[in-house]
Every structure is written in structure tokens, then in C-alpha cells.
């Protein structure tokens, strides 16, 4: 199987975590030869902030006042993580990332470098509504519902604009999936419209 990219994109508490998991799955069981390099935009952030650089510092206030990480700092993490562990034969699934326009466009330029197929993005769809309710059902200490409002907000002026970049870009297959379904139902879904079933 030739590696393939997968972009995981969708509002707060779509389950798009849930559906790069399961395609991670997926692809392990399928594809023996190759391995799956999973970058999670949260998960590297969070290792980030334990570290003692003034960078990191800075990173880690703003992470703990709620506010808004620069893009600099996330293109970094990700490109860090491309550059460390990427050898060129893996799938790659990016998880809840880019989420501003210009991420989108630095990482639109690996591509081309690494020579890869075309993309998948996977926008995992839910109403602002859904997304209200699942994440105050997390009960997570900072998912309060001003913190919430805030997030989709930011959601719909921010991320928004980066799903127009993608919808009809002949550079990638656009893929909008309905995420108010079983999990089972969206991977189904999901697998059948990318063509690993």
C-alpha cells in the first residue's frame, strides 16, 4: 500500500481524536510494510510546555490562561515532529490540525517536498449546538460554558476560512462527513469514502 496523508479538521468535541485513532488502527492492520506517524497538535503542545526554554514558558502562560497559541509555535511543533520521525515511507495523520489558514499553507508546502499523494482531509461535521452539548457533558475543568462559547467562537472566525482553503482545492480530497452519528457509522463512513474498505 502506498502511504497516504490524512487531515483530521472539525470543531470542539466532534470526535475527530476518535476517528484518527481508529483509522490509525485501520491502517496498522492493512499495511504491514508501512508504519502510521500520528501528529496531534494538542499532545505536542502539551509535551512542549513541560520544557524550561523561555519559549516554552511563554507557550505554557498562554496555554494556562486559555488563550491563543501563535502559529509560529504550532508550525514548529509539527514540523519538528515531521523532521525528527519521518522517513518518507509512513502514512501521515494529522489530528486536529491545521486550524488557521496560514498553517494550511506551510503545511501545504511538505507535500510537494516529500513528494506526496494527494491529501485527505476529513472534516469531522457537528453544529455549534452538538459541540456545546458533548463538551459540557466531558465535564473537563476547563470546559466551562463561557470557555466553550469561546472556543467555537474562535472556531468560526479561525478555522472556518481553512475549510474554504480546502473545499474545492484541487490540490486535496475534501471529504465533509456528518459526525452527529454512532462512532462506528462515521469510521464506517469514513473508510468506505477513502477507499480502504
Not at 154 to 175: A, I, R, S
Request: hydrophobic share 35%; charged share 30%.
Amino acid at each position: 500500500m502506498k502511504p497516504q496523508t490524512f487531515i483530521f479538521i472539525g470543531r470542539s468535541g466532534c470526535g475527530k481524536g476518535t476517528q484518527a485513532q481508529l483509522l490509525i488502527k485501520l491502517l496498522e492492520k492493512k499495511d504491514k510494510e508501512n508504519k502510521v506517524l500520528h501528529i496531534e497538535s494538542g499532545e505536542e503542545l502539551r509535551e512542549f510546555i513541560k520544557g524550561s526554554s523561555y519559549t516554552q514558558q511563554v507557550t505554557k502562560k498562554v496555554y494556562d490562561a486559555g488563550g491563543l497559541i501563535p502559529e509560529f509555535v504550532v508550525v514548529y511543533l509539527w514540523t519538528g515532529a515531521l523532521i525528527e520521525h519521518f522517513t518518507g515511507k509512513e502514512h501521515l495523520v494529522f489530528d486536529g490540525m491545521p486550524r488557521k489558514v496560514h498553517e494550511a499553507g506551510a503545511l501545504n508546502s511538505i507535500f510537494g517536498f516529500y513528494g506526496l499523494s494527494k491529501p485527505w482531509v476529513i472534516n469531522v461535521d457537528i453544529s455549534t449546538k452538538e459541540a456545546m452539548k458533548r463538551l459540557l457533558a466531558r465535564k473537563r475543568f476547563d470546559d466551562t460554558k463561557e470557555e466553550i462559547r469561546k472556543r467555537l467562537d474562535w472556531y468560526e472566525t479561525e478555522v472556518m476560512p481553512t475549510m474554504v482553503y480546502y473545499d474545492g482545492n484541487p490540490k486535496y480530497n475534501f471529504l465533509k462527513v456528518n459526525g452527529e452519528r454512532s462512532v462506528e457509522e462515521i469510521h464506517e463512513d469514513i473508510v468506505k469514502k477513502v477507499g480502504l474498505k
